[in-house]
């Protein structure tokens, strides 16, 4: 070997020579096991995170039901005034029907077992069918939230009665149903169909997703275009100066702005000066979008700057204009670029919180949004609402909408990678 610095040849097999070879291939190897361990701690972080967010989330995928055969007597429910009528006592009196031998007062604890919605189930029946009237009725209703634990083995039954939720009795009695086979565990589709309620069995996502799906239209019909507008004119036709510079160093910076600054700008200026309804998933849409607006052109002039200037050469060659080259030949080329920045911007929206809490969508709702000026959640505040509540059934349906969150935010990071694969040009 001949040594560069002085012309004079080196021999490769001198101790000078092997000894920094030694050195090298060490801290090769060093930086290799560095990267290797910390790649592997990443994924075991990552799968102790949905390892745990599994086990205490994929019981609420499932919900106990029970079984019940409820006399419709006609003493109870009259013809003329079904609606009005005493449903929680006909419930009573079907699980009074149950436990013949069960006194006056445990009657009154056993008729919690089912949940507060099942008078409501057989309310509806009659009303859609009066002939119903003197007949027994077989509806199948969810259980209260104790008992849906208890079946789920979410309660020791070793624990000392004084500090369980159920008595020894109620144990014992709802025992005698299951060996009854008038229960069972099913789906849980309330968790998806079914807005949020106070009581956890009845609890689901619906307003939130319905809400989340409002407020991300928003923020796409409105940042997307405008993102990609501004960032055409400031990569293709904005003179290069000191104002041109100062607008790009503002849009640097506001895409490392905190969330909760932009929840703050939306309740001062479209809340507090423009008036507009609180909690509303298109106030929410108008924050995030302000919040997506610095991403969207950061990767949109990513993007236009990827395309190789001999397309935009070649075409000014050929006569064409400087807006037919840019919207003609470099938008299609840069479109997969600009896609994938878009979607993944919009996924980081998805999962914001603080500015939504901000302008109020953390109200306790308990029917899905029907426009987008309705009142509202989004899954983020969904989830912090149920992990703040107090009940011990919110526990697994907080970690249950944590995954649904992920589900989404993964199936949209998966489509800005098939959009990035499928449409990438390589030059």
């Known amino acids: 070997m001949t040594d560069i610095s002085t012309g ?36 075991a972080v990552l799968v102790i995170l949905l390892g745990s967010l599994t086990a205490s989330g994929y019981k609420a995928f499932s ?5 019940l055969d409820v006399p419709v007597s006609a003493d109870r429910v009259k013809p003329d005034r079904i609606a009005a009528a005493n449903w929680r006592g006909v419930m009573q009196d079907a699980v009074a029907a149950m436990f013949p031998d069960a006194t006056d007062a445990e009657r009154k604890v ?72 008038k229960v069972a565990l099913r789906p849980n589709w309330a968790l998806v169909t079914s807005a949020d309620s106070r009581f956890p069995e009845l609890a689901g996502l619906r307003g939130a997703l319905i809400g989340s799906f409002y407020a991300l239209l928003t923020c796409f019909v409105i940042s997307f275009p405008i993102g990609i507008g501004a960032a055409i004119y400031l990569e293709e036709f904005a003179p290069k100066n000191r104002l041109s510079d100062l607008i790009e160093i503002n849009i640097n910076n506001l895409a490392a702005v905190p969330s ?10 479209f809340l ?26 950061i990767a949109t002039r990513a993007a236009l700057k990827a395309v190789p200037p001999s397309i935009r050469e070649a075409a000014l060659g050929i ?33 914001e919180t603080a500015p939504l809490l901000l302008i109020g969508m953390n109200a306790f709702i308990t ?24 009940e011990r059934g919110f526990v697994s349906r907080t970690s249950a909408a944590i995954l649904v969150l992920l589900g989404f935010l993964i199936l949209m990071n998966g489509l800005a990678i098939f959009l990035r694969n499928r449409f990438e040009r390589r030059w």
């Not at 009066?130 to 979410?154: E, M």
């Not at 998933?281 to 919040?291: C, K, Q, T």
Request: charged share 15%.
């Open 272 to 297: 507090g000066w423009f008036g507009l309804p609180r909690s509303a998933p298109f106030v929410g849409g108008l924050v995030l979008a302000l919040m997506t607006l610095p991403t969207i052109i």
């Open 260 to 269: 909760v600054v932009f929840g703050l700008l939306g309740l001062a200026v």
């Open 110 to 181: 056993l008729a919690a077992i089912p949940s507060s919605v099942a008078q409501f189930a057989v309310r509806d029946r009659v009303l859609a069918d009066p002939a119903l009237i003197g007949q027994t009725v077989t509806v199948s209703v969810p259980v209260s939230d104790p008992f849906d634990q208890l079946h789920k083995g979410l309660i020791d039954r070793a624990t000392p009665e004084e500090n369980r939720r159920l008595k020894d009795a109620e144990i014992a009695a709802f025992d005698r149903l299951v060996e009854a086979g």
């Open 367 to 390: 029917a899905a949004p029907a426009t987008p000026f309705d009142a509202a959640t989004a899954l983020p505040t969904q989830i912090f609402i149920w992990a703040d509540s107090p």
């Open 8 to 43: 004079t040849a080196q021999d490769w097999n001198a101790p000078e020579v092997r000894s920094n070879l030694r050195r090298r291939h060490r801290g090769e190897r060093w930086l290799r096991g560095i990267g290797l361990a910390a790649i592997l701690t990443a994924f």
């Open 63 to 67: 919900q106990t039901f029970i079984t």
């Open 319 to 351: 006569g064409a204009s400087r807006q037919q080259v840019v919207f003609q030949h470099v938008l299609p080329l840069a479109m997969p670029g600009i896609l994938t920045g878009t979607i993944i911007g919009l996924a980081q929206a998805l999962g």
